[in-house]
Protein backbone atom coordinates (compact mmCIF):
# COMPACT_ATOMS: atom_id res chain seq x y z
CA UNK A 1 0.00 0.00 0.00
CA UNK A 2 2.53 2.09 0.94
CA UNK A 3 4.74 1.94 -2.54
CA UNK A 4 0.98 2.60 -4.74
CA UNK A 5 1.11 5.59 -2.09
CA UNK A 6 4.57 7.22 -3.39
CA UNK A 7 3.41 6.48 -7.08
CA UNK A 8 0.46 8.31 -6.85
CA UNK A 9 2.46 11.15 -5.08
CA UNK A 10 4.56 10.66 -8.16
CA UNK A 11 2.15 11.21 -10.87
CA UNK A 12 0.48 13.84 -8.93
CA UNK A 13 3.36 16.12 -8.67
CA UNK A 14 4.59 15.11 -12.65
CA UNK A 15 1.13 16.27 -13.25
CA UNK A 16 1.73 19.37 -11.55
CA UNK A 17 4.72 20.48 -12.80
CA UNK A 18 3.73 19.50 -16.48
CA UNK A 19 0.53 21.80 -16.13
CA UNK A 20 3.12 24.11 -15.16
CA UNK A 21 5.55 23.56 -18.39
CA UNK A 22 2.48 23.82 -20.34
CA UNK A 23 1.55 26.83 -19.55
CA UNK A 24 4.90 28.48 -20.56
CA UNK A 25 6.03 26.10 -23.33
CA UNK A 26 8.62 28.57 -24.97
CA UNK A 27 11.01 28.04 -22.22
CA UNK A 28 11.21 24.25 -23.89
CA UNK A 29 11.95 25.95 -27.21
CA UNK A 30 14.61 28.30 -25.49
CA UNK A 31 16.30 24.69 -24.30
CA UNK A 32 16.41 23.84 -27.36
CA UNK A 33 17.34 27.00 -29.64
CA UNK A 34 21.79 27.15 -28.45
CA UNK A 35 21.66 22.87 -29.66
CA UNK A 36 20.24 24.19 -32.92
CA UNK A 37 22.06 26.94 -33.73
CA UNK A 38 25.61 23.91 -33.09
CA UNK A 39 23.38 21.64 -35.26
CA UNK A 40 22.85 24.48 -38.24
CA UNK A 41 26.35 26.24 -37.57
CA UNK A 42 29.05 24.01 -36.44
CA UNK A 43 28.04 20.73 -37.38
CA UNK A 44 28.81 21.25 -41.01
CA UNK A 45 32.30 22.35 -40.08
CA UNK A 46 33.15 18.70 -39.01
CA UNK A 47 33.37 16.75 -41.82
CA UNK A 48 36.90 17.40 -42.41
CA UNK A 49 37.84 16.98 -38.61
CA UNK A 50 36.27 14.32 -38.31
CA UNK A 51 37.35 12.05 -41.44
CA UNK A 52 39.96 10.19 -39.71
CA UNK A 53 36.83 8.29 -38.04
CA UNK A 54 35.01 7.63 -41.20
CA UNK A 55 33.02 10.78 -41.76
CA UNK A 56 32.98 10.27 -45.15
CA UNK A 57 29.92 12.59 -45.70
CA UNK A 58 27.87 15.36 -43.92
CA UNK A 59 25.23 12.44 -42.99
CA UNK A 60 27.98 10.71 -41.00
CA UNK A 61 29.58 13.86 -39.56
CA UNK A 62 26.11 14.09 -38.36
CA UNK A 63 25.63 10.68 -36.84
CA UNK A 64 28.93 11.53 -34.40
CA UNK A 65 28.22 15.01 -33.79
CA UNK A 66 24.04 15.02 -32.93
CA UNK A 67 24.46 11.88 -30.07
CA UNK A 68 26.99 13.73 -28.26
CA UNK A 69 24.61 16.97 -28.65
CA UNK A 70 22.17 14.78 -27.23
CA UNK A 71 24.02 13.65 -23.99
CA UNK A 72 25.50 17.06 -23.66
CA UNK A 73 21.44 18.43 -23.59
CA UNK A 74 20.62 16.03 -20.91
CA UNK A 75 23.49 16.95 -18.72
CA UNK A 76 23.20 20.85 -19.45
CA UNK A 77 19.64 20.28 -18.81
CA UNK A 78 19.35 18.41 -15.78
CA UNK A 79 21.93 19.96 -13.89
CA UNK A 80 20.34 23.48 -14.39
CA UNK A 81 16.92 22.45 -13.34
CA UNK A 82 17.56 23.47 -9.60
CA UNK A 83 17.04 27.19 -10.19
CA UNK A 84 13.43 26.64 -10.36
CA UNK A 85 13.13 24.80 -7.46
CA UNK A 86 15.29 27.70 -5.65
CA UNK A 87 11.99 29.55 -7.31
CA UNK A 88 9.74 27.66 -5.72
CA UNK A 89 11.63 27.55 -2.28
CA UNK A 90 11.51 31.73 -2.30
CA UNK A 91 7.72 31.73 -3.29
CA UNK A 92 7.16 29.34 -0.35
CA UNK A 93 5.51 26.67 -2.69
CA UNK A 94 8.06 23.91 -0.64
CA UNK A 95 7.11 25.42 2.41
CA UNK A 96 3.36 24.51 2.15
CA UNK A 97 4.67 20.64 1.31
CA UNK A 98 5.03 19.90 4.76
CA UNK A 99 1.50 20.08 5.77
CA UNK A 100 0.35 17.85 2.96
CA UNK A 101 0.60 14.20 3.25
CA UNK A 102 2.57 13.69 0.37
CA UNK A 103 5.47 11.27 -0.36
CA UNK A 104 8.75 13.72 -0.02
CA UNK A 105 10.60 11.34 -2.21
CA UNK A 106 7.43 12.08 -4.99
CA UNK A 107 8.58 15.91 -4.83
CA UNK A 108 11.53 14.65 -6.40
CA UNK A 109 10.68 12.09 -8.94
CA UNK A 110 7.56 14.03 -9.98
CA UNK A 111 10.21 17.06 -11.01
CA UNK A 112 12.81 14.44 -12.50
CA UNK A 113 10.24 12.84 -14.71
CA UNK A 114 8.86 16.49 -15.91
CA UNK A 115 12.70 16.90 -16.76
CA UNK A 116 12.70 13.93 -19.01
CA UNK A 117 9.93 14.58 -20.58
CA UNK A 118 10.98 17.89 -21.44
CA UNK A 119 14.54 16.47 -22.38
CA UNK A 120 12.86 13.83 -25.13
CA UNK A 121 10.60 16.39 -26.60
CA UNK A 122 14.03 18.29 -27.37
CA UNK A 123 16.01 15.39 -28.78
CA UNK A 124 13.07 14.54 -30.69
CA UNK A 125 13.07 18.12 -32.44
CA UNK A 126 16.98 17.97 -32.85
CA UNK A 127 17.09 14.32 -34.40
CA UNK A 128 14.16 15.75 -36.50
CA UNK A 129 16.31 18.47 -37.73
CA UNK A 130 19.01 16.57 -38.22
CA UNK A 131 16.98 14.17 -40.89
CA UNK A 132 16.66 17.42 -43.36
CA UNK A 133 21.15 16.72 -43.03
CA UNK A 134 21.07 13.06 -44.16
CA UNK A 135 20.69 11.53 -40.41
CA UNK A 136 19.66 7.92 -40.33
CA UNK A 137 18.76 6.20 -37.67
CA UNK A 138 17.20 3.06 -36.76
CA UNK A 139 14.32 3.31 -34.59
CA UNK A 140 14.83 1.12 -32.12
CA UNK A 141 18.55 2.00 -31.57
CA UNK A 142 16.58 5.71 -31.26
CA UNK A 143 14.55 4.44 -28.64
CA UNK A 144 17.68 2.97 -26.52
CA UNK A 145 18.91 5.92 -27.10
CA UNK A 146 16.39 7.71 -25.69
CA UNK A 147 16.78 5.31 -22.47
CA UNK A 148 20.26 6.55 -21.92
CA UNK A 149 19.14 10.37 -22.50
CA UNK A 150 16.27 9.34 -20.04
CA UNK A 151 19.03 8.19 -17.10
CA UNK A 152 20.94 11.13 -17.73
CA UNK A 153 18.14 13.80 -16.80
CA UNK A 154 17.19 11.46 -14.09
CA UNK A 155 20.73 12.19 -12.46
CA UNK A 156 21.64 15.50 -13.63
CA UNK A 157 18.30 16.41 -12.53
CA UNK A 158 18.56 14.78 -9.03
CA UNK A 159 21.94 15.89 -8.12
CA UNK A 160 20.89 20.14 -9.21
CA UNK A 161 18.08 19.13 -7.03
CA UNK A 162 20.02 18.45 -4.03
CA UNK A 163 22.54 20.86 -4.32
CA UNK A 164 19.50 23.40 -4.99
CA UNK A 165 18.45 22.62 -1.57
CA UNK A 166 21.75 22.48 0.04
CA UNK A 167 23.36 25.66 -1.19
CA UNK A 168 19.87 27.58 -1.24
CA UNK A 169 21.61 30.97 -3.58
CA UNK A 170 21.35 30.58 -6.91
CA UNK A 171 24.67 32.75 -7.51
CA UNK A 172 26.47 29.61 -5.14
CA UNK A 173 24.72 27.23 -7.37
CA UNK A 174 25.02 28.73 -10.63
CA UNK A 175 28.86 28.60 -10.04
CA UNK A 176 29.12 25.09 -8.50
CA UNK A 177 26.84 23.39 -11.85
CA UNK A 178 29.42 25.43 -13.53
CA UNK A 179 32.10 24.10 -11.87
CA UNK A 180 30.89 20.73 -12.49
CA UNK A 181 29.55 20.80 -15.92
CA UNK A 182 32.38 22.24 -17.85
CA UNK A 183 34.72 19.41 -16.75
CA UNK A 184 32.25 16.67 -17.16
CA UNK A 185 31.29 17.91 -20.70
CA UNK A 186 34.75 17.96 -21.74
CA UNK A 187 35.64 14.80 -20.67
CA UNK A 188 32.54 13.04 -22.51
CA UNK A 189 33.80 13.96 -25.87
CA UNK A 190 30.37 15.31 -26.32
CA UNK A 191 31.33 18.30 -29.42
CA UNK A 192 34.43 16.38 -30.53
CA UNK A 193 35.24 12.00 -29.96
CA UNK A 194 37.52 11.74 -27.29
CA UNK A 195 39.44 9.39 -29.62
CA UNK A 196 41.06 12.46 -31.09
CA UNK A 197 42.27 13.41 -27.84
CA UNK A 198 45.48 12.73 -26.72
CA UNK A 199 46.50 9.29 -24.74
CA UNK A 200 46.26 11.22 -21.14
CA UNK A 201 42.89 12.92 -22.10
CA UNK A 202 41.42 9.27 -23.15
CA UNK A 203 42.73 7.44 -19.90
CA UNK A 204 40.62 10.09 -17.93
CA UNK A 205 37.77 10.16 -19.25
CA UNK A 206 37.45 6.38 -19.30
CA UNK A 207 36.62 6.92 -15.83
CA UNK A 208 33.23 9.52 -16.74
CA UNK A 209 30.34 7.71 -16.94
CA UNK A 210 29.30 10.03 -19.64
CA UNK A 211 32.30 9.46 -21.83
CA UNK A 212 30.58 5.47 -22.02
CA UNK A 213 27.19 7.27 -22.47
CA UNK A 214 28.52 9.44 -25.28
CA UNK A 215 30.34 6.64 -27.02
CA UNK A 216 27.16 4.23 -26.54
CA UNK A 217 24.93 6.71 -28.09
CA UNK A 218 27.07 7.08 -31.65
CA UNK A 219 27.37 3.35 -31.53
CA UNK A 220 23.65 3.30 -31.65
CA UNK A 221 23.67 6.36 -34.21
CA UNK A 222 25.69 4.45 -36.61
CA UNK A 223 23.71 1.09 -36.62
CA UNK A 224 25.99 -0.46 -33.64
CA UNK A 225 23.28 -1.90 -31.28
CA UNK A 226 25.74 -4.73 -29.74
CA UNK A 227 28.48 -2.36 -29.03
CA UNK A 228 29.48 -3.08 -25.44
CA UNK A 229 30.03 0.78 -24.73
CA UNK A 230 26.25 0.68 -24.74
CA UNK A 231 25.83 -1.84 -22.19
CA UNK A 232 28.08 -0.34 -20.08
CA UNK A 233 27.24 3.05 -20.08
CA UNK A 234 23.49 1.69 -19.13
CA UNK A 235 24.18 -0.13 -16.10
CA UNK A 236 27.01 3.03 -15.13
CA UNK A 237 24.37 5.61 -15.30
CA UNK A 238 21.36 3.39 -13.82
CA UNK A 239 23.94 3.09 -10.91
CA UNK A 240 24.25 6.91 -11.00
CA UNK A 241 20.49 7.39 -10.95
CA UNK A 242 20.25 5.47 -7.80
CA UNK A 243 22.78 7.26 -5.94
CA UNK A 244 21.74 10.66 -7.05
CA UNK A 245 18.07 10.09 -6.48
CA UNK A 246 18.46 8.49 -2.57
CA UNK A 247 20.93 11.46 -1.59
CA UNK A 248 18.30 14.15 -3.51
CA UNK A 249 15.65 12.22 -1.65
CA UNK A 250 16.98 12.43 1.92
CA UNK A 251 17.33 16.02 1.14
CA UNK A 252 14.00 16.55 0.06
CA UNK A 253 12.81 14.36 3.33
CA UNK A 254 14.74 16.85 5.43
CA UNK A 255 13.87 20.24 3.92
CA UNK A 256 10.07 19.18 4.15
CA UNK A 257 9.62 17.66 7.83
Known sequence: MKSLKILRDIWLIFQRNMLLMLRSPL???????????????????????????????????????????LVALALAGGLYVGFD????????????????????????LGRSLRD????????AI???????????????????GYGLLAMITLTSASFSYGIALTVKNPAVLGQLINNVAQPVMLLSGTLLPIALAPLWLRDAANGNPFNWAV???????TGHPDDPAIWKAAVMLAALAVITIAWSGRKFARSVR
Open 215 to 221: TGMRALF
Open 85 to 108: LLRELAGGIIERARVTPVSRLALL
Open 27 to 69: WVILGVSQPVVYLLLFAPLLKPALAPMGAHSQADAYRIYVPGM
Open 116 to 123: VVVLVIQA
Open 126 to 144: IVVLSLLFGLTVAIPNLLI
